[in-house]
């Protein structure tokens, strides 16, 4: 047990930026979500002409899919943070734009997984009017998945030549 302590505390110290940086997303979004819900009237305040705050309680998941299957959604999101996890050294030799992609998605997914234990919902309030309501998590595991995307479609090359 201390071995795995010492390497969780070295692993740490070697990544303060990761992990300085998840934490801050997870602090925005957190924040953000809790302001929603104090400050936005039921009515959708509007910023401009395409973009509102509207508050919206979700149960489901993107698109408006599986509304009320919050217990089943909290764990394929406890299994994807736990895959995620274990392979991380993996998916980091990639490169860093998977890195970050990963700490990306991580972030989000731990941000709206605390939503979905705490409230039974998840707390959005970004709508643009063209898309669904989403929020900082939403956005942040939405720019990560592209990052990975991107970089294993196109940094693949790299990675084969090494094996």
């Known amino acids: 047990m201390r071995n795995l302590w010492n390497k969780a505390v070295l692993w740490s110290k070697e990544n303060r ?20 819900l104090f400050w936005l009237p039921d009515d959708p305040v509007k910023l401009f002409p395409f973009f509102y705050l509207r508050y919206v309680e979700n149960t489901g998941a993107a ?32 490169g860093k734009l998977v ?29 643009f009017r063209v898309w669904p309501v989403f929020n900082i998590a939403d956005s942040f595991i ?13 940094g693949r090359k790299g990675k084969r030549e090494e094996k």
């Open 17 to 36: 930026a990761v992990l300085g940086a998840g934490a801050g997303i997870f602090l925005l979004d957190h924040l953000t979500k809790v302001a929603a």
């Open 63 to 94: 698109f408006g899919m599986m509304q009320g299957g919050n217990f089943l959604l909290i764990f394929i999101m406890l299994a994807i943070v736990a895959y995620m996890i274990k392979s991380w050294k993996e998916l980091c030799a990639y």
């Open 99 to 127: 890195e970050w992609g990963c700490v990306f998605i991580l972030a989000g997914a731990l941000g709206n997984l605390y939503d979905r234990i705490t409230l039974g919902y998840v707390v959005d309030f970004l709508d």
């Open 142 to 154: 939405t720019v990560g998945g592209c990052m990975l995307v991107i970089s294993l479609c196109f």
